[in-house]
C-alpha cells in the first residue's frame, strides 16, 4: 500500500467527506482460506469462549498470524484499560499473540519516539495513543526532521473521560463549561506579572485540542493570552502543587487525584464539550501491520473483546483494580473507581452519579474508527498551526485510518451487524457551545471559529 504524507492536490483541500468510503485495500490477505478448515473448529471455541451472550457463532475461523509477537506502548491512564485487560485477562494470547509485551511509556513524546524507533531497534510497534499522533506522525509534522513514519489506527480505544481541571487558586469561582468567568481572573493574574500556564499533554493531541477549544469558546486565546505547556499525564498533579499551572487537561486518575489531594478541582469532563466525542486510538506502524496483517487483525480482537469487558458495569470495579496496580498506572484505586463507574464528583459541590459523560470503551460504538472523526482532529490541527492549510486532509485520512482491519476483526468475532457502523462517518457533529462540524464541509466548520492559528 502506498505511502506519504497526503500532501496531494491543492483542489481536494477541504472537499467534503465521502461518508460511506471505507479503506479496503489488501482486504484480501486477511484471511488465508486454506488454513480455514484446518482451524476452523479449534478457532471458533477459542474465539468464542469470552464474546457476551446473545453474540451469533463466530462467522469466520482465525487466520494464522504470521508473528506471535508485538510490543505496544502505553501512558499511565484509564483509557489504556483495554490493554491492560487484553494483557491480565489473556486475550492476546487467546487469539494467537502469545507474545505480546505492553510497555509503559514515559510520555507521549517518548510514545512517539519509540514509534518512529520500532521494536527492531528497541522502540515498539504499536500503543494506546492520542489519536492525532498517528496523523503527526505519518506526516512527519511532529517527528525529528520532519521525517514521516507511516502509522494505521486500528481501532479507537475510548470514548470522552478526559476533564479540564482547574487550580484551587480559582476555587472560589468554581470554573465550569463556561470559560468565560474564568478570563477576568486569568488576565488579572497575567496583569500582576505572574505567568499563566495551561497545561497539556502533546502539542496537536486530543488534550490540547480539548483545552485550546474550552478556551478560545471562552474568549481566552491559548496563543496569545496565556502560555500552552507540555507535561506528562502523570505529573499534572505534582506540578499544579507546586504552582507550576493554572489549568490542565488529561484523562483519570489524575484530575480526581487531584481533588483528593485538595489540590484543585474539575472544571468540566470534556463529554460536556461534546458528547461521545473520540479520543484515544490503537494504532501500528504500517510497516509492521503490512507485513503481518493476520497479526494485526489478532491484536484488534483482543483489543475488541477487552474493550467489551471494561464497558461491562458488573466489571467495573475489577476494572479499576487493574489500573491501578503497579505495573500499569501504580495509583490508589481510590483515585481510580469512582469515574470508572461513572460517578464524578467535581470537588466543587457538584456530583453526579452515572453520569452521561462516562468514558466508553465499547457501547455507542466506541470501538470503531470513524473517518469522521479523524477529519475532525486534523481540521482542528490546522486550526492551530500545527498543520498546514494546504493538508490535503482527506488523503491522509484514507492512508493512516485502517477501518476496514476493525470491520475484518469484528467479522471474526461474530460481532452483531447492529454493534458495526454502517458508515464510516458518525454525520454532523455538535459541540457545547452551538458550533457544528458536518465532515461535508470542514471549511464552514474553520470558518465559523473566531479564535485560531492559521499556518501556510
Known amino acids: 500500500m502506498a505511502q506519504g504524507t497526503g500532501s496531494g492536490r491543492k483542489d481536494a483541500i477541504f472537499n467534503g467527506f465521502n461518508h460511506g468510503d471505507a479503506h479496503m485495500d489488501n482486504k484480501d490477505g486477511l484471511i488465508n482460506s486454506s488454513r480455514r478448515s484446518m482451524i476452523k473448529s479449534v478457532a471458533g471455541v477459542a474465539a468464542a469462549s469470552l464474546i457476551p451472550a446473545g453474540f451469533p457463532a463466530i462467522a469466520r475461523a482465525q487466520a494464522k498470524p504470521e508473528t506471535t509477537a508485538a510490543k505496544l506502548g502505553f501512558i499511565a491512564l484509564t483509557d489504556a484499560a483495554p490493554l491492560f485487560v487484553a494483557d491480565e ?90 470559560a468565560k468567568p474564568f478570563k477576568p481572573a486569568l488576565m488579572a493574574k497575567k496583569a500582576s506579572g505572574k505567568a499563566i500556564n495551561a497545561a497539556m499533554t502533546f502539542p496537536g493531541g486530543t488534550h490540547d485540542m480539548w483545552m485550546r477549544y474550552w478556551l478560545a469558546a471562552g474568549g481566552i486565546d491559548p496563543n496569545k493570552d496565556i502560555n500552552t505547556i507540555v507535561v506528562p499525564p502523570p505529573q499534572m498533579v505534582a506540578n499544579m502543587k507546586v504552582g507550576t499551572m493554572d489549568t490542565f487537561c488529561v484523562c483519570e486518575p489524575w484530575n480526581h487525584q487531584l481533588i483528593n489531594q485538595k489540590i ?135 492512508k493512516v485510518n485502517r477501518e476496514d482491519l476493525w470491520r475484518q476483526a469484528a467479522k471474526e468475532l461474530g460481532i452483531p451487524a447492529a454493534q458495526i457502523p454502517a458508515s464510516t462517518s458518525r454525520g454532523v457533529e455538535k459541540f457545547f457551545d452551538g458550533k457544528v462540524f458536518d465532515p461535508k464541509n470542514p471549511m464552514a466548520y474553520l470558518n465559523s471559529l473566531q479564535i485560531k492559528a492559521l499556518k501556510g
Open 264 to 398: 484543585g478541582y474539575t472544571a468540566i469532563t470534556t463529554g460536556e464539550l461534546w458528547h461521545n466525542h473520540p479520543e484515544k486510538a490503537f494504532a501500528m506502524r504500517a510497516a509492521y501491520v503490512d507485513k503481518n496483517p493476520n497479526a494485526a487483525v489478532a491484536l484488534i480482537k483482543a483489543v475488541m473483546e477487552a474493550q467489551m469487558f471494561c464497558d461491562d458495569p458488573k466489571n467495573a470495579r475489577e476494572v479499576a483494580e487493574i489500573c491501578s496496580r503497579r505495573r500499569w498506572i501504580n495509583a490508589p484505586v481510590e483515585d481510580i473507581a469512582d469515574r470508572v463507574r461513572g460517578d464524578f464528583d467535581y470537588g466543587t459541590g457538584r456530583v453526579v452519579k452515572n453520569s452521561p459523560q462516562k468514558m466508553r470503551y465499547w457501547n455507542d460504538f466506541a470501538s470503531y474508527p470513524f473517518q469522521s472523526h479523524d477529519l475532525w482532529f486534523l481540521t482542528e490541527n490546522i486550526r492551530w498551526g500545527y498543520l498546514p492549510q494546504k493538508t490535503d486532509m482527506n488523503a491522509l485520512v484514507k
Open 89 to 178: 485477562k489473556g486475550f492476546f494470547k487467546k487469539h494467537g499473540m502469545t507474545s505480546v509485551e505492553v510497555v509503559k511509556q514515559a510520555s507521549w513524546g517518548a510514545t512517539r519516539d519509540n514509534i518512529v524507533l520500532g521494536s527492531e531497534k528497541n522502540g515498539i510497534d504499536g500503543a494506546h495513543i492520542l489519536t492525532p499522533m498517528p496523523y503527526l506522525i505519518s506526516s512527519g509534522a511532529m517527528t525529528a526532521n520532519n521525517v514521516p513514519t507511516p502509522m494505521y489506527i486500528l481501532a479507537r480505544l475510548n470514548l470522552a473521560g478526559q476533564c479540564i481541571s482547574v487550580s484551587n487558586e480559582f476555587a472560589s469561582l468554581k470554573v465550569g463549561v463556561d
